[in-house]
């Protein structure tokens, strides 16, 4: 948090971790992260729209605008749907074209993710395991599963959907 005249700012990103799970002020303005720009907004509702035009992209068409959580997830927005910014889950906003969307199962659930890389790190937050205890493999059909190292980058592929999986370290079947 920082003063910046008679209002304080909130950094989105990271709230919850700092604060706990408690709403954020509303007589704040708020330092949020759309894409990687910073941008201070006064409003704690605002609607996909808005995130747009915040980083002049109003105009663009077959777009997707995703809220990241703090648990590493990514939920897209719908476009008539309005964001509640005082939540405590919500950490930034990306946004991209449709044709820039990846898919992959994770223990058996389908994620829909707008960056082409995510670490083994970011998978075991995503299944909710312990990074200490658990290891992530890939699934490759006709191979050996590949393990994934806590800070291994992975290129996930529009035209497949690969396959992760979580276990005890030590093992290989999740």
Same mark, same amino acid.
């Given at each position: 948090?920082?003063e910046?005249?008679s #209002?304080t700012?909130?950094? *989105?990103?990271?709230w919850?971790?700092l604060?706990?799970?408690g #709403?954020?002020?509303e ?5 949020v992260?759309?894409?990687e ?6 409003e704690t509702q605002?609607?996909r =729209?808005?995130?747009?035009?915040? @980083?002049?992209?109003a105009? *663009?068409?077959?777009? !997707?605008?995703?809220?990241r959580?703090s648990d ?5 927005i ?7 910014l005082c ?5 930034s ?9 990846y898919?992959f199962?994770?223990?058996? @659930? ?8 995510? !670490? =083994?790190l970011?998978?075991?937050? *995503? ?5 200490? !205890?658990?290891?992530?493999w890939?699934?490759i059909p006709?191979?050996?599963d590949r393990?994934i190292?806590?800070?291994?980058k992975?290129h ?8 992760f999986?979580t276990g005890?370290?030590? !093992?290989?079947?999740?």
């Amino acid at each position: 948090m920082t003063e910046t005249g008679s #209002r304080t700012v909130i950094d *989105l990103e990271g709230w919850t971790a700092l604060n706990g799970s408690g #709403r954020r002020p509303e007589d704040a303005d708020l330092r949020v992260i759309i894409d990687e720009e910073a941008v201070i907004i006064s409003e704690t509702q605002v609607s996909r =729209g808005r995130l747009l035009e915040l @980083v002049a992209k109003a105009e *663009l068409t077959e777009i !997707t605008v995703f809220k990241r959580l703090s648990d590493g997830q990514f939920v897209e927005i719908g476009h008539e749907e309005v964001i509640d910014l005082c939540e405590p889950l919500i950490e930034s906003f990306h946004v991209g074209s449709r044709h820039h969307e990846y898919r992959f199962v994770l223990d058996g @659930v389908d994620f829909t993710w707008p960056i082409r890389a995510i !670490t =083994g790190l970011k998978l075991k937050h *995503l299944a909710k395991v312990d990074p200490a !205890t658990y290891g992530v493999w890939e699934e490759i059909p006709g191979e050996d599963d590949r393990p994934i190292a806590d800070h291994q980058k992975v290129h996930l592929r529009r035209e497949h959907v690969e396959r992760f999986f979580t276990g005890k370290k030590g !093992t290989t079947e999740g």
